[in-house]
């Protein structure tokens, strides 16, 4: 068995059989529990917030926001918002006001207290009635804050925030290929509503939208269908627009310690003081040319992914779940080739791990014939650099860069689960 040159994406020196013997020891080895197949550990209730069903309802209240490792729902509607006040109180305001909104949502209610059909025919009711006779569907809203909340783009600090603002929530640097739109990017604020029932998360953030009337606008949002990852060893595993599976080798639920290393920022990192126990949310929208992928024959796909496409077990392996096994050969040539997304994106070769959770989202054609298709790609972290970046640059010969574009890019701060009856949507942020 012969074996290859060293990559240029590791240490100079390391073969891939080394390299994977070395990581085997120490981060592998945590890596292994928060990998599909190797997951062990348990479900912390209420930390893991699970419905027990697609139409059920999942907890708002708990250590961690849900909708992070809640098992990934079925659709999404993501948006963005610029805040246009700058009276800090109002934006205070406006956040008691989403958190009350969002408890009552998710439990399956009107987002306010009279409800759509019960109030005064004179005023406007105060909920816009769309969800009606729906059930609760899973719905979780997570909010997250973006770099400029703390400090605008010229440095000012229009709500005594600034010195509050964790280092590494610091704007993403930008990447070879990308293509990103700046009007589909950023924002103060965001709010990721998840749902198995796709009215139930349009009406979710219309409701947040129109509370957030004069304090907030949107800057951009995003719909997608069919998860592109499974959060929990429960899930099954969905396939992408390019018809793979997709969230085979993701972090899971189940997996306290590789979350807790990977995914939870602690007491003791930047912004521990408000931020423990939240994440960092990156997002891209990921334009997928799906039409050339299309002429792409079979052997082209599964070398490009690094798996099979039928079942999805790596090259040259059988099981889905089977490690990755990077020294397997197949007629002499390394089955999952040096240039493949998965060989670049394990945590063997990029020395760490994220947690995603992306949508397919097909927003119409192009106007020259070709569906404007792709993934929402959604990741958290605990550190965007050690995170998102550190695996992005590593993707940098991945062989898929050729099928696909980045249009939109943001990063925001998720502050940890709302605690009790009281507790409110950055209540330790804006509590100094
Ligand atoms: C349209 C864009 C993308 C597509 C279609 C795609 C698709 C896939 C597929 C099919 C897998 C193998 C199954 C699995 O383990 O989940 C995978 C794995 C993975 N992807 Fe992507 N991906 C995309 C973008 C990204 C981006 C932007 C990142 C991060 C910067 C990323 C990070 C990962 C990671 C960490 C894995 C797990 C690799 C492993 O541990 O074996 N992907 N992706």
């Known amino acids: 068995m012969t074996e290859r040159p060293d990559s240029p994406h590791r240490p100079a020196g390391l073969s891939r059989r080394r390299l994977f013997g070395l990581l085997g020891a120490g981060t592998a080895g945590a890596l292994a529990a928060g990998t599909a197949g190797g997951a062990i550990g348990r479900a912390t209730a209420p930390d893991l917030a699970t419905a027990a069903g697609a139409t059920d309802a999942v907890p708002f209240v708990g250590a961690h926001q849900a909708g992070i490792v809640t098992p990934a729902q079925d659709r999404l509607h993501f948006v963005a918002f610029d805040v246009i006040t700058d009276d800090r109180a109002e934006l205070v305001g406006m956040l008691k006001a989403w958190t009350a909104a969002a408890r009552r949502m998710t439990a399956g209610r009107d987002a306010g207290p009279v409800g759509a059909v019960a109030g005064s025919p004179y005023a406007p009711p105060d909920d816009t009635g769309e969800a009606l006779g729906l059930a609760p569907s899973g719905l979780t809203l997570t909010v997250g804050f973006g770099p400029t909340l703390f400090t605008t783009a010229d440095g000012a600090d229009r709500f005594g925030l600034a010195s509050r603002r964790p280092k590494p929530l610091a704007e993403l640097p ?24 796709p009215q139930v998360a349009v009406h979710a953030v219309r409701n947040l939208v129109r509370l957030g009337a004069g304090v907030v606008s949107v800057r951009w949002s995003q719909l997608g269908f069919g998860r592109t990852s499974s959060t929990s060893t429960g899930q099954a595993t969905p396939r992408n627009l390019f018809g793979f599976k997709d969230g085979t080798n993701n972090l899971k639920a189940e997996s306290d310690s590789a979350l807790d290393r990977f995914v939870w920022v602690a007491d003791g990192d930047p912004g521990g003081d408000w ?41 040259g392996q059988h099981g889905e779940f089977d490690p990755v096994d990077f020294t397997k050969q197949v007629d002499g040539e390394f089955a999952v080739p040096e240039t493949s997304h998965v060989f670049l994106a394990n945590p063997t070769n990029a020395g760490t791990a994220i947690l995603r959770r992306g949508y397919s989202f097909v927003d119409g054609s192009d106007g020259l014939g070709r569906l404007d298709a792709g993934l929402f790609f959604i990741a958290y972290q605990r550190d965007p650099a050690t995170g998102f970046v550190q695996v992005q640059r590593n993707l940098r010969a991945d062989a898929m860069n050729e099928y696909i574009r980045h ?14 009856a009281d507790d409110w949507w950055g209540r330790a942020l804006f509590s100094r």
């Open 275 to 315: 931020l423990a126990g939240g994440s960092y949310l990156v997002t891209r929208r990921i334009r997928m040319l799906i039409e050339s992928w299309d002429t792409a024959s079979l052997d082209e796909q599964e070398r490009t992914i690094g798996r099979t496409k039928g079942t999805g077990a790596p090259r």
């Open 174 to 197: 930008s990447f070879p290929g990308d293509a990103i739109e700046p009007a589909i990017s950023g924002g103060d604020l965001c709010i990721q509503a998840c749902a198995n029932d």
């Open 407 to 420: 249009t939109s890019s943001a990063v925001f701060a998720c502050p940890p689960g709302i605690r009790g």
